[in-house]
């Protein structure tokens, strides 16, 4: 079956636009998280989805991003008045749900902030 | 604040040679995953090792776990280049079983 996809896969924007990151999870997947990747580092949390409900958002770095899984399935991160920091790859994971569960990682959105 | 701390950062092998990589966290967990990312991919899952003693393989590569010392390794046999690429041990962590990744390791295989 599909994996999980992201859309765009590359996206540029100028400091202070506002973008959004789409994820589409692998179908059923109850859990849904994302990451932020800096170059050279590990991906880092930033929040997490059970269904629509937004369970952690501990990791989120500023005010200045939100998330959003309305109906369960797909989900959209924001991010506000984008700054040079908030360069880096965007991960999202899906898994079935549980504490043990693996999560299964799309693509990624690369952003880059001139 | 739970760290997982990888070395080494970077390994160059030559094809045929064996070498292991070390993760190291600093809380107690037994669920922790391993890895790969080729260059500007995302991450495949390679190993979940979910108990002590775990030990799972898988081609050339294997993974264990020892929950006591915290470490879990990645061990390679007889290296082929395409093995190159980087990986990542990552421990989940409280109920949501958000992943804490480590560093990661750079992995090149030279003919």
């Known amino acids: 079956g599909a994996g999980v996809s992201q859309s765009p896969r590359y996206k540029v924007a100028k400091r202070g636009q506002d973008v959004a990151l789409r994820c589409d999870p692998i179908s059923g997947h109850v859990s849904l998280f994302w990451y932020q990747q800096a170059l050279g580092q590990g991906p880092e949390f930033l929040t997490y989805f059970q269904n629509e409900a937004q369970l952690d958002k501990s990791g989120l770095p500023s005010d200045r991003f939100f998330a959003e899984r309305p109906e369960g399935s797909v989900s959209t991160l924001k991010i506000q008045r984008t700054q040079q920091e908030d360069s880096a790859v965007y991960l999202c994971?899906?898994?079935?749900?549980?504490?043990?569960?693996?999560?299964?990682f799309g693509p990624g959105t690369r952003l880059l902030v001139l | 604040e739970l760290k997982v701390e990888q070395n080494p950062l970077f390994l160059s092998m030559q094809e045929g040679k064996n070498y292991t990589i070390y993760c190291n966290y600093s809380t107690t967990s037994d669920r922790l995953y391993w890895y790969r990312q080729d260059p500007g991919k995302s991450l495949e899952s390679l190993f979940v090792l979910l108990s002590n003693g775990a030990v799972k393989q898988e081609g050339r590569l294997m993974a264990s776990l020892d929950t006591k010392a915290r470490l879990s390794t990645l061990h390679i046999t007889a290296a082929v280049h395409d093995l190159s690429a980087t990986y990542f041990c990552?421990?989940?962590?409280?109920?949501?079983?958000?992943?804490?990744f480590g560093t990661g390791t750079l992995l090149a295989v030279q003919p």
């Open positions: 994971a899906s898994s079935l749900g549980g504490a043990r569960e693996t999560q299964y």
């Open positions: 990552a421990v989940g962590t409280g109920a949501t079983n958000k992943l804490i």
